[in-house]
């Protein structure tokens, strides 16, 4: 270990950083719909998906390689243009989370260390192809064949079940608060009555895979940038993958960032896109695992906050007289949009400061990170989301200024 220097420290606390902000940033994609629907309690909701995540970690590190290997020249990059990666990309995050903007943490991650690599030793150190047949093809089918999945699927959940009871909507809000945690996830029957119960039941399972899934998909993005760190560091060798004790730091890390839940975004995912009721959840969930783990088994390090509102989507567009909110869907387009971009640009201005500024650039770019991410946390608490208010609304408001009385 006396290869390893205070900046590949500090590349290493930096990804975990991103790590967990990827994990309460994308706790939406696995628990918004049946936390919206009252199949789970909020926080029984978190809780659930912050093991599933943790487990999810150790089951395939095909991703991490992609990452380590595939996406940038190893032999090019160095860890002081990784950490400044990482810093466009922690800061979309936060930006994106404090609007309630479903947007990729995956692309994020790429735009960042696309913009840092492409500063710091020049575009030869990017491999276009593989960004391109590995990141941006995934980005635009992913959705897209999950909505296709998910829409059908609805729409035979709700054929199947036509001849069950009728009876008031199954929402949260028709249940009534009880506790902290807002409604319980039991009520009155929905358009197809006891049937609803049943697809709310399947709802824990089908979310609890999303949640296995993303942990195997999410957790390796940043197994793989502690591997490239390492690699370039000359730790480990150029073909590596990724050791027992990185897996084991993503996994927790992302689990505890899950736990901690990204309430303004599981709002919007949940109630902002369309109106779920459980039998969507259950397709939307379902067609979304599919797309996820088959692609973490091929390798391609997709975003899983597209795959589930595409197959939120779908879900909404299965159900006959579902109101689709297109507003709402069209702000998260123009963030999935703006994500690689916005990351890049972020990570390519911190690259200049790192590699031209030397130690007193990487220190200036930390201390700038820092500075701003507490600003966006510190703004986010003008106008709280958590678990016992994420189901009142389906927008997120962000307060510049307090009200006067």
């Not at 789970?40 to 970690?57: C, D, H």
């Not at 909505?147 to 609805?154: F, H, K, N, W």
């Not at 730091?249 to 309430?263: D, M, N, P, V």
Request: proline share 5%; with cysteine; net charge neutral.
């Amino acid at each position: 270990m006396a290869h390893v220097s205070f900046l590949v420290v500090l590349v290493v606390v930096t990804a975990l950083a991103f790590d967990f902000t990827n994990g309460f940033h994308d706790t939406a994609n696995a628990m918004a719909t049946s936390i919206a629907t009252g199949a789970l309690r909020p926080r029984t909701a978190v809780l659930i998906s912050g093991v599933l995540n943790l487990v999810g970690a150790f089951l395939s590190t095909e991703v991490a390689r992609t990452i380590s290997g595939g996406i940038v020249d190893d032999s090019l990059v160095t860890p002081g243009v990784i950490f400044a990666g990482l810093i466009g990309a922690i800061l979309w995050n936060l930006t994106t989370w404090l609007l309630g903007l479903p947007s990729s943490s995956s692309h994020a991650l790429f735009g960042g260390l696309i913009g840092a690599v492409c500063v710091g030793v020049g575009t030869s150190g990017v491999h276009f192809t593989a960004v391109v047949q590995k990141v941006l093809l995934p980005a635009l089918l992913s959705p897209l064949i999950a909505g296709a999945a998910a829409l059908p699927a609805t729409y035979l959940a709700y054929r199947l079940t036509s001849g069950g009871r009728r009876g008031r909507r199954d929402r949260p809000e028709a249940v009534g608060p009880e506790g902290p945690e807002g409604p319980a996830p039991t009520g009155p029957a929905d358009d197809a009555g006891v049937p609803e119960r049943g697809f709310r039941i399947g709802q824990v399972f089908s979310a609890s895979l999303v949640s296995l899934a993303h942990g195997t998909n999410d957790a390796q993005k940043t197994m793989g940038i502690i591997t490239l760190t390492l690699i370039s560091a000359g730790v480990l060798d150029s073909s590596a993958g990724p050791p027992l004790w990185v897996v084991a730091a993503a996994g927790l890390t992302i689990s505890l960032g899950t736990y901690l839940g990204g309430w303004r975004i599981i709002r919007t995912m949940g109630r902002g896109i369309t109106d779920i009721h459980p039998p969507q959840g259950f397709a939307a969930e379902s067609a979304a695992t599919a797309v996820i783990l088959s692609s973490a088994h091929l390798g391609f390090p997709l975003s899983t906050t597209q795959v589930c509102s595409g197959g939120i989507l779908g879900a909404g567009l299965g159900r006959r007289l579902a109101e689709v909110r297109w507003g709402t869907a069209g702000r998260v387009a123009v963030g999935w949009a703006l994500t690689l971009p916005a990351a890049a640009a972020v990570g390519a201005l911190a690259a200049l400061l790192v590699v031209h500024g030397g130690t007193a650039g990487i220190i200036v770019t930390a201390l700038a990170a820092l500075a701003l991410s507490t600003v966006i946390v510190l703004a986010s608490r003008r106008s709280p989301v958590d678990a016992s208010n994420v189901n009142d609304d389906h927008t997120v408001a962000v307060r510049t200024a307090t009200t006067a009385a």
